[in-house]
């Protein structure tokens, strides 16, 4: 940041910043410390006494297959959403750029989705997707597909993809048509010229040339399905059937209403913490250089 | 574009149109189940046109409750949702607009400190630090509570950093021009600055009631009282009651409420929608 400071005066300025910094302070670090500081110890099972015991309460996480399921569950969750809702999003967004009519109201119809709490969304799919009730289930029952997500893992699994994807592709369209909008017409209309079709200059010039807003958006696409999803999950499955649907974030929320275990579920939360930063970082690194390739 | 086309544009309208239909076709499904009895969606020989209860669903879902159940009417939660949503968009952008102004017009100690403090709440969620916040916010007396439903939520970096981008491509002559014609700091905020950001304060407050709007899991956590439920968790709810039981024009009513007011400010604010959207995450 260049020094811009015109106006002098030390209290004012102290003062414009000081609603924020108090509840960052109150609301975020101090509950983030708190957090951190919980991971470290043990209550005993009345919470009458606490001991500080390091990274004990990591190790037992860490030996626990319950953790590691949930890490296979959000691993799957975040591949399956990020693959479809941007292969959609980009199918999507290449044929709008092309100069066709009734555009604005394509885009008016596709962003709607966006405007969907993830919660409500994962109600209106339930409503298609209920054995016996649902439109859609009945129909696959009628095809002999034995349809029920409140028994079958699997099913509850391309359930909550389904919401989640349907609930990203707004966002992905918009950002996907903003990337090809900035490719400039010459080069297209060079390879044009050279004697590319359509599909070959798709692949070798404007999907290389966006690869900085797709690299942006798997990024968004995996924040999105670790922490946003949590509304579709618990709406529509709970996590279960045992346990098949229950993400890393569902499990905190899960074990913290428990309550019986505030370390472990602080540990946890640290966990997350850890991965989101990574994943920040590694956002602004990609974001701010432009990969180009 | 390029090249001429020997079968028109035929292919790109029909993925739009089937994109459309994907992306519409639940929202759809849902007004027209508000309008129908109870009997006919649980016998799942809806109709896909709208049928004649519509009036009769809505009356008793926003205003009367139920009688059989415990329900509550809707239209308290969807009061509760616009004051928890139009709270967060003011009260982010209120604080993010001045603590942007600081940052960039003034020279105080510890000013990079600041900024730094405020910048890395961008990483993380309050879905991850959510019971250490929720012990705070009941430590604070906050639970049942609009303050604790906001203020929690607006703990977060992106509208500062959006305002700070802004603010560094005000030219400094015009800062000298106001300060020649005598304007302090609160005038040319006032006078000046505010004027200026007019369009990206619409942007983002229109992102921010979205956000706001679609909350989850903090009032799920924070409202134990049913008159301080919001909209998106109060459907959980009605459908949570045991299935065979669930009212599903009522809950299809209630999804189409707590869908209404983003989908509509999203559809009439377009423009400002996508700049909102584009210019926060980059």
């Known amino acids: 940041m260049e020094n811009r400071a015109i106006f002098s005066g030390k209290l004012l300025p102290c003062l414009l910043i000081l609603p924020q910094l108090a509840i960052s302070l109150i609301f975020f670090y101090w509950p983030a410390a708190q957090a951190l500081w919980q991971s470290f110890l043990v209550q005993d099972a009345f919470g009458l006494s606490t001991e500080f015991v390091w990274f004990e309460n990591y190790v037992n996480l860490l030996q626990t297959p319950e953790y590691y399921h949930a890490i296979g569950v959000t691993l799957v969750f975040s591949a399956l959403v990020a693959f479809f809702s941007l292969g959609l999003g980009l199918l999507l967004a290449a044929m709008a750029n092309r100069n066709i009519r009734g555009i604005q109201i394509y885009r008016t119809f596709l962003i709607v989705p966006y405007a969907v709490a993830p919660a409500v969304a994962s109600v209106l799919f339930i409503f298609m997707l209920q054995p016996g009730l649902g439109m859609i289930a009945r129909a696959l029952q009628r095809a002999g597909i034995d349809w029920n997500p409140v028994l079958n893992g699997t099913h509850a699994m391309i359930l909550v993809v389904i919401v989640a994807v349907w609930n990203q592709i707004s966002y992905n369209f918009l950002f996907f048509l903003a990337g090809l909008q900035a490719i400039p017409k010459s080069v297209i209309e060079a390879a044009a010229i050279d004697g590319a079709r359509p599909m070959r200059r798709f692949w070798t010039i404007i999907f290389p040339l966006l690869s900085p807003t797709t690299f942006f958006l798997i990024i968004v696409n995996i924040t999105y399905v670790f922490f946003n999803t949590l509304g579709i999950i618990d709406t529509a499955t709970g996590g279960g059937p045992s346990g098949a649907t229950q993400t890393l974030v569902y499990k905190v929320f899960q074990d913290g209403k428990v309550g019986t275990d505030l370390g472990g579920s602080a540990a946890q939360s640290v966990i997350l913490m850890v991965i989101v930063v990574a994943l920040t970082a590694f956002q602004f690194r990609y974001v701010e250089k432009k990969v180009h390739y | ?282």
């Open chain 2, 1 to 282: 574009m390029v090249e001429h086309r020997r079968f028109g544009n035929w292919l790109p309208h029909l993925i739009l149109l089937t994109g459309v239909v994907i992306v519409a076709f639940p929202v759809y499904l849902a007004v027209i189940a508000s309008t129908h009895d109870n009997a006919v969606i649980a016998n799942g020989q809806m109709p896909l046109y709208p049928g004649t209860h519509g009036l009769e669903t809505y009356w008793n879902t926003i205003v009367a409750g139920a009688g059989k159940t415990t329900r509550q009417p809707v239209g308290g939660m969807m009061l509760n949702s616009l004051i928890m949503a139009l709270g967060i968009a003011a009260g982010k952008i209120a604080i993010s607009i001045i603590s942007a102004y600081a940052i960039v017009f003034f020279a105080f100690p510890f000013r990079m400190t600041a900024f730094w403090t405020i910048f890395i709440t961008l990483m993380l969620p309050v879905e991850v630090r959510i019971f250490p916040t929720y012990k705070i916010t009941s430590d604070l007396h906050m639970l049942d509570s609009y303050a604790g439903l906001i203020l929690p939520l607006i703990a977060s970096a992106t509208a500062t950093l959006l305002f700070r981008q802004f603010f560094m491509t005000i030219p400094k002559e015009l800062v000298e021009a106001s300060k020649i014609d005598g304007a302090g700091p609160i005038r040319f905020f006032f006078d000046t600055l505010l004027p200026l950001s007019v369009t990206n304060i619409a942007a983002l407050f229109v992102i921010l009631f979205i956000y706001g709007w679609n909350q989850y899991l903090w009032p799920l956590l924070i409202t134990t009282r049913d008159d301080m439920q919001t909209i998106v968790i109060g459907i959980k709810k009605i459908i949570d009651v045991h299935d065979a039981l669930t009212e599903w024009q009522v809950a299809m009513a209630t999804a189409v409420l707590a869908m209404l007011p983003p989908v509509v400010v999203v559809v009439l604010m377009q423009r400002l929608f996508v700049k909102g959207l584009i210019e926060t995450e980059k």
